[in-house]
């Protein structure tokens, strides 16, 4: 279920959302991923409980020229960015704790 602040992405609107907001969440995810998966409910958590970060998801599938250029080297990998800068990455499944803390600080 998606929250008024999740939205999917291409590189154009990735960008935007980024230059645009005060803290965004990137979910770089693939629908074949297992942990992708596992984690959506958690991103959903995520959403609700923190409404005014703007969390992106792009589908690496459809959007595979974004992964080099965001260092993504493997699926899934959360990216948080501040004022436009990238402040924290988390790969691979993480603890729902470790990414509010991602948010947080």
């Known amino acids: 279920m998606d929250s008024e602040n999740i939205i999917h992405a291409d ?9 645009a907001n005060e803290v965004v969440l990137v979910d770089f995810w693939a629908s074949w991923c297992a942990p992708c998966r596992a984690m959506a409910p958690l ?14 998801k792009v589908d690496a599938e459809r959007h595979e020229d974004l ?5 993504v080297q493997s699926l899934p990998t959360l990216q948080v960015y501040r004022s436009g800068m990238r402040v924290e990455q988390l790969r691979g499944k993480v603890p729902y704790t470790l990414m509010q803390r991602a948010l947080q600080n």
């Open 67 to 71: 992964l080099s250029e965001y260092e």
């Open 43 to 56: 991103i959903d958590r995520l959403a609700s409980e923190f409404p005014a970060v703007k969390i992106i």
């Open 11 to 19: 590189g154009t609107a990735l960008k935007q959302a980024i230059s």
